[in-house]
Nanobody, 125 residues
């Protein structure tokens, strides 16, 4: 069983930055593709970014390309989401996800094996 715990959310002004972290308690962390998803009030959950087990491949939603960066440190069993130039429309609960499938599948929202509990990100205008 894998447990994912997110941290780093909070309140930030538009144009600001936040870095989310997701720590995994499971073994063989490098075998999982990891992703970040978000869900805004009244909207469906959407994929934001995904990264392969080795960290060599990354994928982003069009809405965050050039502003967000996903990375991972397999020695620390942790994946990160650096969020820059934040906009009010980035306000959402952000979830970490782990998958036995590829990062390319994760960014399409498919085959998630484990979810974190979520962390709130609020961007004020």
């Amino acid at each position: 069983q894998v447990q994912l715990v997110e941290s780093g959310g909070g309140l930030v002004q538009a144009g600001g930055s936040l870095r989310l972290s997701c720590a995994s308690s499971g073994r063989a962390f490098s075998m999982y593709a990891m992703g970040w998803f978000r869900q805004a009030p009244g909207k469906e959950r959407e994929s934001v970014a995904a990264i392969s087990g080795s960290g060599g491949s990354t994928y982003y939603a069009d809405s965050v390309k050039g502003r967000f960066t996903i990375s991972r440190d397999n020695s620390k069993n942790t994946v990160y989401l650096q969020m820059n130039s934040l906009k009010p429309e980035d306000t959402a609960v952000y979830y970490c996800a782990a998958s036995f499938s590829s990062a390319g599948v994760v960014i399409q929202g498919g085959r998630i094996n484990y979810w974190g509990q979520g962390t709130q990100v609020t961007v004020s205008s």
